[in-house]
């Protein structure tokens, strides 16, 4: 198996306060890696610096293979590499981030038509696949503020997937929602795992990560302070912290 992701002591820090205080990972490809701790502990920030939407202080990211070019303040060498890396790497956030002028159709076909140059046919009859996979296949020609918090994720998800990603980053894709409509995106999300889809999942599901990870990451106050696969991890925490937080979290 061959690795999707790698992360080597990711620092990052804003003004003062460092975040992330030498974080190490790797993702095999098909592996779902959930990412699990507290609020501040740095979960979202190592997301976001993974695909450089924050520019990390210091570390060596690499995916599929290929380093991300810093310069020496961390700052990307090289601008389009990080265009092109981004298109492997589908982001799903927690507040959905759907263009809301668009439809949800025009919200999928955007980037594969103006980034990656797909013929714009082929991206519609695309588009249609996906928002009849993810359940929205009558929805199409809807505006975002006209769905639920449940239908706006699964767009999202779809819109992330119009790429074909080699991984997928997912921030707490269900902290926005009301209880009765989580189901609905962890339904979705558990189907790509299913598929041998590479994800970094961060997320405060307890329940749903022991299901569906394969590795489950543990991080406290900016480092990583256990991981494993999810039956040792939840099954037998080893470190205080991580014991009281499964505890706090139910």
């Not at 190490?24 to 609020?39: E, M, P, T, Y």
């Not at 570390?59 to 991300?68: A, L, N, Q």
Request: charged share 25%; glycine share 8%; with cysteine.
């Amino acid at each position: 198996m061959s690795e999707a992701i790698r992360v080597e002591s990711l620092f990052k820090s804003f003004g003062d306060f460092e975040v992330l205080k030498g974080v190490s990972l790797r993702a095999q490809k098909g592996d779902v890696v959930a990412i699990v701790g507290g609020s501040g502990s740095g979960k979202s920030t190592m997301l976001r610096c993974i695909n450089y939407l924050e520019t990390p202080t210091a570390g060596k990211i690499v995916i599929d293979g290929e380093e991300i070019r810093r310069r020496d303040d961390g700052s990307p060498a090289d601008r389009k590499q990080i265009e092109r890396i981004r298109t492997r790497l589908a982001m799903v956030f927690q507040q959905f981030n759907l263009w809301t002028h668009r439809t949800l159709l025009e919200n999928i076909i955007e980037v594969p038509v103006h980034v990656l140059k797909t013929p714009k046919a082929e991206a519609i009859a695309r588009a249609h696949e996906l928002l009849e996979r993810v359940g929205l296949g009558d929805k199409a020609d809807a505006f975002p503020a006209y769905l639920s918090g449940g239908q706006q994720q699964r767009a999202a998800i779809a819109r992330a997937l119009a790429v074909n990603p080699q991984a997928m980053l997912f921030d707490e894709p269900t902290s926005a929602l009301d209880p009765e409509l989580v189901g609905e995106v962890l339904g979705v999300i558990r189907d790509l795992a299913a598929e041998g889809r590479t994800m970094l999942l961060v997320t405060h599901e307890m329940k749903f990560a022991r299901e569906v990870a394969s590795h489950v990451v543990y991080l406290y106050q900016g480092r990583i302070e256990e991981q494993g696969p999810p039956a040792e991890v939840f099954g037998n925490p080893q470190s205080d912290r991580l014991k009281q937080f499964l505890s706090s979290v139910g």
